[in-house]
Each structure stands twice: as structure tokens, then as C-alpha cells.
DNA sequence: CCGTTCTGTTAGAGACTTCTAACAATGGAG
DNA sequence: CTCCATTGTTAGAAGTCTCTAACAGAACGG
């Protein structure tokens, strides 16, 4: 596999987008901002803050005379928007499509927002508009009769057809790796381990619709020996038997 | 509006992460890695391979003899195959739910690799095990008759209901802003417009969901000044009219 | 008016990644 | 075996962001 390495772009460092955000946003508030205030906002020192003013005034984002008040220029207005847009849009899509709490979706999107390229977010934006058109898509993966939030772990235990975690609930007759025989393989479908266990399976690279191929079949205790991605990995029985597989390729 | 800032993580950097990475993919197709090729790989110098060797090597993720074959350490594979799932992940999502061509999906899935949380992976990946139970919806975003590319921009014109592009043209009765009058407001359901235009409107912050509301709407040639997510806007005619919204808080 | 306190600036340093240029080791070809 | 080409290493420098420590300017109370 070739890793396609992002084209180097020409734009400003992500602590200087970070700082122009951060003065729009205090500005909106406030009506202006100052440099205690920036650096508190944004985690650092003052003196910190004052260096990048100099150059985000140098580079014409900021209007600032030394010990004024301070203020974007257009450009600087521009430039924080189309990060903070970045930030709210992705911050959405983790909280509202993913559910995550909107504090977990901000900070996520807070390290993401710079490297999002105009493609991508076009994109989010026509799949939000398309969910706009079928709001029962978020709704089944996300609001539950009981409540929980999407994405949330647990079954919820209404067996609800419109709720994502009853229509995940394993079917009857689903396979897991666990019974698979050496020299079989399948198509991961779901992982119904939770907490750190379904993390360690995720880190290995077991995701939905990836083919695992089973090497050895240890008995009782012994580890299941598979591949998958290529990589040669050992699962407990615990694990393997969280891996629900279909037949395929 | 508070931004919530990423906890610090003790970590690692990017850039080493992105080595492991690299050499883990090598190692993978070659059985080896050598620094001139990893050099290639990342699109950077021997010299600085060589020094990244010895700093992963001093953390124990590489195993490292000088102008020896370069391996990974056990930890060291976990770190690479955790990375290389994430650029899986990411990848899928951007390719085939958002429909973007695999190169670019790829590059923008290294841009964020080293900065999804587990939580955030673990919810896109039961986004995906429950995308996996309704085909129909990344094919209703997706795949169209025509056989286009799921986002594209051009409505395919077979108004197929199972078509995104059908079912998001615009509706008789939508209204765009240009159609409001002052003091009005309303909620943007989708922006028509495409290219540069649209990545503008997207870039001010026009995104579904936000509320719009008219302050004074110009005659003729005249531009329009909106309210959005706090900040005054002045809208082209021809802007304007591309973005529907609907009557709303 | 003077001193204290708060705020912002500068200087100097460290961590990190990368580069170029020069050097060292290895491995074949003759 | 010797020479040359390839490959990898080191030294030195630049650029980024950050910090601490010391300083300067402003504001306020007495």
C-alpha cells in the first residue's frame, strides 16, 4: 500500500490559524481581544502570544499597535472563519452523527480543523444536507426510545427496529472468528467487544469489511493465529469470539 | 463559544509516527526497510531518516543496528499498525462515504491519522458496522444510476428517488435568502451553488442548520447583509440565491 | 506624587524537524 | 586488489513554537 502524502501547502502554521480563531472569537464576544486573554484561551504564555502577533501582523491577518487593543484585518476575518467553519462542521459531525458530547467533539475537531482540505468539507457538508433529506438515517443510528446517545455501547434493550444498537444486536446465526476453522476466512462485520478490548482489536486493524484469514486454530486456551491487512496477529479466545464475521472472499 | 482545546498527549510526534509507519508498509511489502527508501517514502532526505532512526530507535520502537536492515520492535508494530488503522478508517470514510477519489481520500486520511482520539474511532467504526446494516443509505448518497461519483455536483437527472442528487434538487417551493426580506430569518438546508462560489458561502460559515437572518436586503445590484453564527455577511445576488433555507428560529 | 500591581514586551534558551555539505562505509566492476 | 558508485552518517544551520526571566509602561490607590 502506497500512503499518499498530502501536497505541501503554501498556508499558514496551525498555531497561527489557532490564534486567529481564538482573536475572532474574543472579539465576537468582547468586542475585542487582548493578549492575556489569547494566551489564557489558548493554553500558553503571554510572551508566546505576543511573538505571533508580531508576525500575524507582519503577514497583515491582525491589526495591532503595540499594548492596543487588537483586531483582525479582512483577511485575518477571513482567514479565522473559514477555520472556525471547519471547526463547527466537524465538530457536528462528531457530536450530531457520531454523538459524541459536544465538548469530546470540539476538542476532536480542534485538532483536525487545519488539515481539513476544501474537498473534504464540501463533501461533509453534501452528506449533511443529504441527512437533512433522511433524518431517519441519524435518528436509527443515534436517538434511542431510551435516550442513550448514538453510538452509545450498550444495547439498549428495546428492540427497536429504528434504534442502531438493537439492529446491531448479533444476529442468531452470526459467526464469529472464534469458530472459524484454519484456513478459513471471512469479512469482519461487527465488533462487539467494548472498552479497551475493542480497542486493542481496532489498533490491530480489525475493522468492518476487512477479510481475516485464519492461520492456526489454537484449542482451549492457546491464541487464534490470523491475518489480517497482512499483519500476522494472535487472539485470545475473549477476542476472537467479539469479532462477528460473514463469509467472503 | 468556548473551543475546547486537546488535552496534551505524552505521545508521540507526527513525523515519527508517520516513520513508523512508513517503514511498517515497507517491511510489509519488502520483508525490509532501508533509509534511502524510507527518504522516498516521506518525501524527505537520508540525513533526516538517519536522525529519526536513532531517536525511534532510542525510544524502542525501531530495531536499529547502523547501515544495517531496519525492523520494527513489538511496540513498534503496534504503534504502526494503531496509525496504519486509523489511515484505513479515514480513508474508507472519505472514499466511500463521501465519495472522494481513493488518492485523495488517502491523503486527506494522513493529514488526520496522528489526531483521532479512540473515541472518535470507535464511533466511526460502529458508524460503519451500522452503515453496514443499511446499504441503502451509501448507495442513496452514493452510487446514482448514472453511475457518478457519491457528492458529486451535478444533478444526474434520472430522478431516481435512491439518488441523493434527485432527492436533494432543489424543491419547487424552496426559498433561497435572496427571497427573504429584511429582519426575516431562516435555517440554510443546502447551498446549490458549486466550486469556487460554494467553497466561498462554506468558507463564511453557510453551512445546513445554521440560521441566517436578514439585516438589509439591497435592491438590484445590491448586496445583501446577513447575520450568520454571529458575524455580519454581504452576499452577491447570485450568492444569495444559492442558498435555500427554510422558515426557522 | 509615588509606589504597587497588572499587562505586555523583549532577550535568551531549548525542543523539534528539516535542510545542505561533507564525510565514511560498502559493494561491485574491472 | 583497487577504484568508483551507492548508501548512510555526521556536523552545522535554519525555521517553528514554546518557555522563563527580566524589563517597560500603564493604571490605580493612598
Redesign the pocket.
Known sequence: MELARPTPKAS?????E??LETIYLLVQEHGFA????I?KA??????????????LSEAGFVN?V??EYIGLTERGEEAARRVLTRHRLLTRFFSEVLGMSPHAASEQACSLEHALTDEAMDRMVRFFEFLGTRPSVVAAFGQCPTGSRPGDVEPCGTASPDCARCSLAPKEKAMSIATMKPGQSGVVTQITATGALRQRLLDMGILPETKVDVERSGPGGHPLWIRCQGARLALRRAEASSVLVRAGA
Open positions: 499558514m502554521s496551525e498555531p497561527l489557532d490564534y487582548r493578549v492575556k486573554e494566551a489558548r493554553g500558553v504564555k503571554a510572551a508566546t502570544v505576543s511573538i505571533a502577533l508580531r508576525k495591532y503595540r499594548r
